[in-house]
């Protein structure tokens, strides 16, 4: 991992596949906390935007032998030493890592629509914008001023709710303090998850709970052998879980 | 007229030309264009700063204050005018408006912003004012001894008015003080 | 002077050069770059403060605490789980999270409506006000008191002051006729009434159970209190120690419930209280059972235990559920050796009530462990200690209609023991075999589109002689009523949240309006004062109240006056960790502050309900658990022995099994609601693509029974059984049992928004209904189907 290990910041994620129940409220709080648009059929998976993708995986085998696993996924903000895929591959300086959060950021504005970020990302974590997004008059009303809204044309993708780390810090300064409690900052999927399968922290900080749960024997990460180093880890005690974890997505 | 003379003549003749062209260009863009590009647009109702402070002696954190959650309330609510504007209290023209027009039918003032940025734009008041102890007049007018609130002028092209910082101005103050540029520091 | 071409070439040329010399070519072109990042015509949303409001979920019976973010106080913009509520512990689940589509849907309803049409035609609703509409009412009520039996209600809640307020208004205009949607609590009442002489609903100490096993429950795919489960299981699998919770799910189809167990046991749908005996026999054969328990407090054990020798032995279960016999052993032996142990019961989501013999077989499994009304075991809910309101006031009309038969026939002499017998009313009223004149009421439910059989539903509502809804939404039955009186939403609205379904502790939830009612809605519990009071008379009479608020706070007046209880104020708190009988100490001093910290975290708690003592337990003749229960012959019913014991008694799926060579079996699951409202755009967006495709729903079928018919991965098909015909597509997996099609529910709505009108087709349209001869009970679990490719 790149960053400054002593002090530094990584934001990263763990997720228990085993404890997720396959719910998908993690997703479903995204989008209202994320101003995602909806469209009347979302059918054509291509196109829908889901910034937290639920998988489906099976482990193949016959009735009744079968078994099936959700498993979310959201943008796995690669630590990627020097650059993650996406950013290396952006003609307009719309999407960078931030240095001091790990965070991989997207601005829309000043996103041109070419969508080499999307072809370059492994983990089709990024979405286009087909069509100018519209939500019915009166549902105008539900979205929040904390994420601006998008236009067509242009990309977008999961911030790890960044806008709550912000406020977060605004909280954090009026109080006096340059530094955040553990717990301070959680994105909308891991506040949401009823089986608390998902947990949020610095990587770097040894006492954190998302520490110490990415060097649990059974934690992995999706398609670690390209080496985009994801600061989203998984945990599964099952095998097929582990195996299939790095093909199906 | 001999030929040479024609030949002098429309020279001097094209190149007044030239400095007629030069000076309308210049008289265009220079005072033309300002004018074309920016509408002026007047406050709904005239708010006296200076009034409020020595007669009503509010403060300016009456008004413009932190949130407890670290939020910058930024320009008051209706709800603080009604505190004492239930009723009309003096004798102004601008206050008895603000009762009939706005505190009666329990409508929001629609103040026209001095210094509004884009909704992609979250400029953290907390961080500059209290952790940075930048002086509100660094960016926003003096407004102390306001007596009229200015017009705002406001550029038909990008819908700004014509006082808002630009990014390099962030950019290059955030670099100067080794603070982080990433984008999303400001931009989500 | 000529104007030559020189010279006008200058005249440009100073031109271009002033221009590029002043700002206006490099202003243009920086404002146009800012232009185009100017996004005007996509919504901007106003920005202020934010707080936060806490209140209680009311989407479904499950109780979660929710925090809602408004910004000015104005826009709901966000809804999380409020972590100092217990039952969710800070947890949401998807459609709780996605309940602003609800408060700001386009298919809300603006203000009381009158059909002035054809019934279903939505351009012949004509708004009315609120004093038309309960004008209209009032005089039609009045008139039609002569018969007093005309009036029912059909209420979607089971439990709560509204849903009382409701029974109350029919008690004291004098009709008996109250029904709630059919659900598994009807078996379990039932069958906690007979076996143990009360028929209070059931609760689990799952946070201390160190096995669960679930007969056909979708206990992570919302059985019961769905936070509360998933809370629970996240909490099961926290455990690291060796002594950690095993999960066993018994059923059918690999859902997810039956992947994420630690065991799962496939049965054939249907048999899975067959499974039970089965266990159950081990247990006592093997003596495995806790002998001081069944030896006792137990009566009619013998009796069982003859049953379970001669019909149950692993070898019959094993031909009935077709599990193998060793699994079967193992399985039992595992139940009965790890303490505590559960059994769960409630098909799917437990909306559908089953025979009540599969009931009293999981039941059995319980008491033979030792597991009833222990820590970790199966116990009833406590009862919460609201204070009462005054006795109805009864005039000679409503005391003759407290003596009039139901119109379900519950509680006369074909079905002595039930309290309702909602299909017996559908049917009656369909066959127009009930009373001309009838008036409908259809609060917080939408039985037109959620009733297994739903057309039946449909043509008993052309029966009745007016239909009035209380829906906040413009929902299937909604469309089809004459009279609507539009309630707020949830978030807009006060309301008690009694103790969710499943829980072992007593939870109190208040729900708090967050922000004014968005529409001219009227609180149904304020709409029945209004009416009551119009009435007048002993109508009047039984609702002295002012408004809805004042007759709340009159119950929860109740809480205050216990010496135990808690306001959740902090997050964390596990009331199961406390222990059951355990005192808790007030943090409030009186009633008034007992209400303000209601109002503010929206939940009280307590555990001071101890764990019945043996002597108090059972109310039954004998005053002990009875495996025979002798309640049934008391009020009746006749047969042989095996009629009062626990059984396995299939109510055969309808139609040849040569005609219909496949089995039919509906699945709920977290991704579509099956409550009252449709799933909201979020839900549905989430979706797989061999769920929902365009507007084609898909059933499940295993590969091997696809390959039979001929059909591959998307195919179309033709899905019939005796009572209709949907067309879907099929997605093959090997989740499905061969000879098996899952079908999911909660798709195939006509009504709502166009986000979830004609998507899929709803199963309750091909869904046959049986009832148990006795009780009444429908089973729908099981359907004949044949499949062909269109």
Redesign the interface.
């Known amino acids: 991992m790149s960053g400054n290990k002593a002090n530094g910041i990584r934001y990263g994620m763990v997720i ?1 596949v ?2 997720c ?5 993690c ?3 995204c ?3 994320n ?1 995602v648009s ?1 469209r ?6 291509l196109r ?1 935007i ?1 910034w937290l993708e ?1 998988y ?1 995986l ?1 482990n ?5 032998e ?5 498993l979310p996924r959201p943008c796995l903000h690669c630590d990627t030493p020097p650059y993650p895929p996406c950013t290396f591959v952006c003609p307009v300086n719309a999407t960078q890592r931030d240095e001091e959060t790990g965070l991989v950021n997207h601005i829309p ?2 996103c041109i629509g070419c969508r080499y970020c999307i072809s370059a990302c492994s983990y089709h974590a990024r979405y286009f914008n087909w069509w ?2 519209k ?12 994420v ?4 067509r044309g242009v990309v977008e993708k999961c911030t790890m709710c960044v806008h709550r780390l912000q406020l977060a810090k605004e909280k954090a300064f009026i109080e006096g303090r340059r530094e955040l409690h553990e717990g301070e900052y959680v994105p ?1 999927c891991v ?7 998902m947990t949020f922290g610095n990587l770097f900080d040894s006492h954190s709970e998302v520490a110490k749960l990415a060097k649990s024997p059974h934690a992995f990460r999706l398609l670690e052998r390209l080496g985009t180093e994801p600061k989203v880890y998984y945990l599964s005690t099952q095998d097929w879980i582990r195996k299939l974890s790095d093909n199906v997505i | 007229m001999t030929e040479e003379n024609k030949k002098h ?3 001097l ?3 007044l ?14 005072v033309v ?2 004018q074309l ?1 920016y509408t002026t647009e007047y406050q709904p109702i005239n708010y006296n700063h200076q009034i409020h402070q020595e007669e009503a002696g509010l403060s300016c954190e009456d008004c413009h204050y932190f ?1 407890e ?1 670290g ?1 910058y ?1 930024g320009k008051p ?1 209706l709800s603080a005018c009604v505190e004492c504007h239930g009723e009309v209290q003096g004798e102004t023209e601008d206050e008895e408006r603000l009762v009939s027009e706005f505190v009666e039918p329990e409508k929001e003032i629609p103040w026209v912003s001095y210094t509004r940025q ?3 734009v979250f400029f953290s008041h907390v961080a500059h004012v209290k952790m940075a102890e930048m002086a509100c007049s660094v960016c926003h007018r003096d407004v102390e001894n306001e007596i009229k609130a200015p017009p705002v002028k406001i ?1 038909r ?4 008015p014509i006082e808002i910082m630009k990014m390099h101005v962030c950019e290059d103050c955030h670099a100067r003080e080794n603070v982080s540029n990433s984008c999303d520091t400001c931009h989500h | ?4 071409r ?14 590029l ?4 070519p490099w ?2 072109a920086d ?2 770059a ?2 185009t ?14 707080s936060t409001v806490n209140t209680v979920c009311q989407l479904c019976p499950g109780g979660c605490g929710i925090s809602v ?1 408004l ?2 106080d104005r ?7 409020n972590p100092t509520h217990p039952v ?7 459609l ?3 309940g ?2 609800f ?4 298919s ?1 309803i603006e203000t009381p409506l009158q059909q002035t049409g054809k019934r279903g035609d939505l351009k012949t609703f004509k708004p009315i006000s609120w004093d038309e509409a309960l004008q209209i009412l009032a005089s039609q009520l009045q008139k039609m008191r002569q018969q007093t039996t005309g009036l029912v209600c059909v209420s979607g809640k089971s439990e709560g002051t509204v849903p009382e307020l409701f029974s109350r208004f029919l008690q004291a205009y004098g009709s008996p006729n109250y029904l709630t949607m059919p659900a598994a609590a009807d078996a379990q009442a039932l069958g906690s009434l007979v076996s143990q002489g009360t028929s209070s609903p059931i609760g689990y100490d799952l946070e201390n159970a160190k096995m669960v096993m679930s007969f056909g429950c979708s206990y ?2 919302g059985w019961t209190a ?2 509360r489960m ?2 629970a ?2 909490g099961w ?2 455990q690291t120690n060796r002594s950690r919770t095993r999960t066993v799910q018994v059923e059918a189809r ?1 859902s ?1 419930s039956a ?2 167990a630690d065991e ?1 046991v ?1 049965v054939v749908p249907g048999t899975e209280a067959a499974l039970a005996l089965g266990l159950a026999q081990v247990i006592v054969s093997e003596g495995l059972y806790d002998r001081s328990f069944i030896g006792q407090h137990t009566h009619g054990f013998e009796e069982f235990r003859s049953l379970l020798r001669r019909d149950y032995t692993p070898e019959k279960v094993a031909g009935i559920t077709q599990v193998d016999k060793s699994k079967i052993v193992a399985l039992a032996r595992d139940f009965a050796r790890t303490k505590p142990a559960v059994a769960l019961h409630g098909l799917g989501q437990g909306r559908m009530p089953g025979s009540v013999y599969d009931f009293l077989a999981v039941q059995s499994l319980n008491a033979l462990v030792g597991s009833l009304h222990q820590a970790g075991g199966m116990s009833r809910k406590p009862q919460l200690p609201l204070a009462p309101w005054p006795e109805v006031v009864l005039d000679a009309t409503s005391l003759r209609g407290k003596s009039a038969p139901r119109v379900d026939g519950a509680g006369g002499s074909q079905f002595p023991l039930s309290t309702q017998v909602f299909y017996n009313f559908v049917n009656k009223a369909k066959e127009g075999r009930v009373q001309p004149g009838v008036m409908l009421w259809v609060y917080e439910a939408n039985p037109v589109h959620n009733l297994a059989d739903a057309q039946s539903f449909t043509a008993a509502l052309e029966k009745m002689e007016t239909v009035v809804s209380f829906s906040s939404f413009m929902d299937e039955t909604t469309q089809l009523a004459d009279l609507v009186l539009p309630g707020p939403t949830y978030l807009e609205r006060l309301e008690d949240v009694p103790t969710p379904p499943g829980l072992q502790y007593r939870v109190f939830g208040l729900s708090n309006p967050v922000l004014n009612p ?1 529409f001219e809605t009227r609180h149904p519990g304020d709409v029945l004062i209004q009416l009551a009071k119009s009435l007048g008379g002993s109508v009047a009479a039984s609702f002295p109240w002012s408004d809805y608020e004042a007759a709340l706070r009159e119950r929860v007046k109740g809480l205050a006056n216990v010496p135990s209880g808690r306001v959740a104020d902090e997050p964390g708190i596990e009331p199961w960790n406390v222990g059951l009988g355990q005192n808790l100490e007030p943090n409030y001093g009186s009633f008034d502050e007992l209400w303000e910290k209601l109002t503010e975290y929206g939940c009280w708690f307590d555990t001071s309900e101890p764990m019945p003592s043996w002597d108090s337990a059972f109310k039954t003749p004998t005053g002990k658990f009875e495996f025979f229960c002798q309640k049934m012959r008391q009020v009746g019913i006749e047969g042989s022995i095996v009629t009062y014991l626990p059984h396995y008694a299939p109510v055969e799926p309808a139609g040849d099994t040569n005609t219909y060579p496949l089995v039919l079996v509906p699945y709920e699951s ?2 579509i609601t099956n409550g009252p409202v449709a799933n909201p ?9 061999f769920q ?4 084609d729903s898909f059933v499940e079928i ?1 590969p091997e029974t696809a390959g039979r018919a001929g059909l591959r991965e998307g195919d179309r098909v033709e899905l019939q059984t005796e009572r209709g015909t949907v067309k879907v597509r099929v997605h093959l ?6 000879g098996v099609v899952f079908i999911p529910t909660g798709l195939g709505h006509t009504a709502f ?3 979830i009108k004609g998507k899929g087709v709803n199963a309750n349209e091909i869904l046959v209904v049986r009832q148990e001869q006795i009780t009444g009970l429908a089973t729908w679990w099981d359907t004949r189907v044949k499949i062909s490719k269109i």
């Not at chain 1, 129940?21 to 409220?25: D, L």
């Not at chain 3, 408060?103 to 386009?106: A, H, R």
Request: neutral net charge; hydrophobic residues 40%.
């Open positions: 228990d085993d404890k129940t396959g719910c998908m409220a997703s479903v709080a989008q209202q906390e101003n909806f009347e059929d979302e059918t054509n998976k829908s889901t639920v489906s099976d193949g085998k016959s009735y009744p079968h078994r099936q696993a959700y504005v000043r100018d997004p939500w019915p008059k009166p549902m105008e009303e539900m979205l929040t001023p904390d601006s809204t998008r236009m909308a506040e949401a998850c009823p089986a608390k399968a | 003549d429309s020279g003749l094209g190149w030309l030239f400095v007629v062209g030069f000076a309308g260009a210049l008289f265009v863009g220079w264009f300002p590009l949130r959650d939020t309330a609510m884009p909704d992609n550029n092209l990008t819908g700004y | 002077m000529k104007l030559d020189r010279a006008f070439v200058k005249l440009i040329a100073g031109g271009v050069g002033g221009t010399l002043s700002p206006l202003k243009l404002d146009t800012i232009w990042q100017n996004w005007f015509w996509r919504p901007s949303p106003e920005r202020g403060g934010a973010r910004i000015n826009n709901a913009v966000n809804i999380d789980g969710n512990q800070g947890g949401i689940c998807p709780g999270a996605a602003l589509q408060l700001y849907g386009p809300r992570i795919e769905p936070s998933m809370a299981f996240g699998r926290s690999g997810l992947s994420k799962w496939a968005r977290m991704a755009p979020f839900m549905t967006k989430l979706l797989f693509d929902l495709k365009g507007n295993n997996t090997q989740a499905a049992r061969p928004d166009s986000f």
